[in-house]
């Protein structure tokens, strides 16, 4: 769920558990630097300096929008950066067809999320911080995404078309894990936007607003709907065929609700806070993926 202003008790948890974003920030940083800082010294390509100038001035304007606090944009240029440099192709480059549409879809699709009926959520104490998002969010939401063009960031052999076994299940998990972020953020803050009922996953039980693994009608539908639109972007982007679109959607939700179920046991119990259930839910996605196009 997307952070928001927390009551006493809740805040007091998040406090407590705050190593845990600190843990998730310094791990998804090292790994991924270590993967870029590898593929640089691999390739020091056209394609490679035009996808890190693109993600720097990506991460700028996120800044410059107060969509994300400096730190946080430094670990976006990051991420993204090695979902493009993992999804390109090289020499040749050509960013149309790289993950960096797809995180640019998933950054309009939050920064719009976000500002809906935003003095709506704010009387309510629901809104998101004007500062933006956090580093740890930025590193919870696109970490599993990056940790999957990883492998394609040390073996570039893995994005020639005739490798038809990885490249197409590594970029299918990266999809769903950027996908089940994108539903996650629009499903909590549309759902807190326009009301309903908020119930718990486990019981149905009625909770308020806000509640850890609450969710609505509205909000799971909107959700449900984010995710599409980031699969079907990825479509013509990463060259997906029905099927792998298919299981990168159906990942994507299963990781949406397995956030919600998550939020209303163990997160609701004190014993992970909000970072780390969305790092899990996003990497959940990412494992469906795996196991579907394993099966089928």
């Given at each position: 769920?997307?952070e928001t202003?927390?009551?006493?008790?809740?805040?007091?948890?998040?406090?407590?558990l705050?190593?845990?974003?600190?843990?998730?920030l310094?791990l998804?940083?090292?790994?991924?630097?270590?993967?870029?800082?590898?593929?640089?010294?691999?390739?020091w390509s056209?394609?490679?300096?035009?996808?890190?100038?693109?993600?720097?001035?990506?991460?700028?304007?996120?800044?410059?929008?107060?969509a994300?606090?400096p730190?946080?944009?430094?670990?976006?240029?990051?991420?993204?950066?090695?979902m493009?440099?993992?999804?390109?192709?090289?020499?040749?480059?050509?960013?149309?067809?790289t993950?960096?549409?797809?995180?640019?879809?998933?950054?309009?699709?939050?920064?719009?999320?976000t500002?809906?009926?935003?003095?709506?959520?704010?009387?309510?104490?629901?809104a998101?911080?004007?500062?933006?998002?956090?580093?740890s969010?930025?590193?919870?939401?696109?970490?599993?995404?990056?940790?999957?063009?990883?492998?394609?960031l040390?073996?570039?052999?893995?994005?020639?078309?005739?490798?038809?076994?990885?490249?197409?299940?590594?970029f299918?998990?990266?999809?769903?894990?950027?996908?089940?972020?994108?539903?996650?953020?629009?499903s909590?803050e549309?759902?807190?936007?326009?009301g309903?009922?908020?119930?718990?996953?486990?019981?149905?039980?009625?909770?308020a607003p806000?509640?850890?693994?609450g969710?609505?009608?509205?909000?799971?539908?909107?959700?449900?709907?984010?995710?599409?639109f980031?699969?079907?972007?990825?479509?013509?982007t990463?060259?997906?065929?029905?099927?792998?679109?298919?299981?990168?959607?159906?990942a994507?939700?299963?990781?949406?609700?397995a956030?919600?179920?998550?939020?209303?046991t163990?997160e609701?119990?004190?014993?992970?806070?909000n970072?780390?259930v969305?790092?899990?839910?996003t990497?959940?996605?990412?494992?469906?993926?795996?196991?579907?196009?394993?099966?089928?």
């Amino acid at each position: 769920m997307a952070e928001t202003p927390l009551p006493d008790a809740k805040a007091e948890r998040e406090g407590r558990l705050h190593w845990q974003s600190k843990v998730l920030l310094l791990l998804v940083l090292i790994v991924a630097a270590a993967g870029l800082v590898r593929s640089i010294t691999a390739s020091w390509s056209a394609a490679t300096r035009e996808g890190l100038a693109i993600c720097a001035a990506f991460g700028a304007l996120v800044w410059l929008l107060r969509a994300a606090t400096p730190l946080a944009a430094v670990t976006g240029f990051l991420l993204t950066s090695c979902m493009y440099l993992g999804t390109v192709e090289q020499p040749s480059g050509g960013w149309e067809h790289t993950a960096l549409l797809l995180g640019l879809a998933l950054f309009v699709l939050a920064f719009a999320a976000t500002r809906f009926r935003r003095s709506q959520k704010e009387q309510r104490g629901l809104a998101e911080s004007r500062r933006g998002r956090g580093a740890s969010q930025v590193a919870a939401n696109m970490g599993a995404a990056a940790f999957a063009a990883l492998p394609c960031l040390a073996s570039p052999s893995l994005l020639s078309h005739s490798l038809t076994f990885a490249r197409p299940i590594l970029f299918t998990a990266l999809i769903a894990a950027l996908a089940e972020a994108a539903a996650d953020t629009v499903s909590s803050e549309i759902g807190q936007a326009v009301g309903g009922q908020p119930r718990l996953l486990t019981s149905l039980k009625a909770v308020a607003p806000g509640t850890d693994g609450g969710i609505t009608v509205a909000g799971s539908l909107a959700g449900c709907a984010a995710a599409a639109f980031v699969v079907l972007i990825s479509m013509p982007t990463l060259r997906l065929n029905p099927r792998q679109a298919a299981i990168a959607w159906i990942a994507a939700i299963v990781g949406l609700f397995a956030d919600s179920l998550i939020g209303a046991t163990l997160e609701r119990q004190g014993w992970l806070n909000n970072d780390l259930v969305n790092f899990l839910s996003t990497t959940i996605a990412a494992l469906i993926v795996l196991a579907l196009m394993t099966i089928f």
